[in-house]
């Protein structure tokens, strides 16, 4: 049995306002900067590992429905990693920790 593969590209979103939001805050407060939009999932990380090919979209004119204007799409897996590059569970997401 296999999964139909999607139609549909994952969206992959890095969000500005929480990278300005973040400065000046411990890392323990940090709020995700990278969301994976698959059809109605969004999920959030930090660190995202790409498995296969993938393309940067740029529409200035025609940003997507989150107002994003620039974004990468893929339709292979994508998983969040965890600072020693392991995977982590995309609805958990995984902090990078500076000491």
């Known amino acids: ?7 549909k590209p994952k969206m992959i979103h890095v969000n500005q306002r929480n990278i300005k939001g973040n400065m ?21 990380g930090y660190d995202l590992y790409i498995s296969g090919p993938c393309y940067i979209v740029y529409r200035p004119y025609e940003p997507a429905d989150c107002g994003a204007h620039l974004w ?8 969040f990693i965890d600072t020693q590059f392991n995977p982590a569970t995309a609805r958990q997401p995984s902090k990078l920790l500076y000491i």
Request: no cysteine; glycine share 2%; aromatic share 12%.
């Open 24 to 44: 000046g805050k411990p890392p323990e407060e940090f709020e995700p900067v990278v969301s994976v939009k698959d059809s109605k999932r969004n999920d959030y």
């Open 72 to 79: 990468i799409n893929t339709y292979d897996p994508v998983e």
């Open 1 to 7: 049995w296999r999964k139909q593969q999607s139609t």
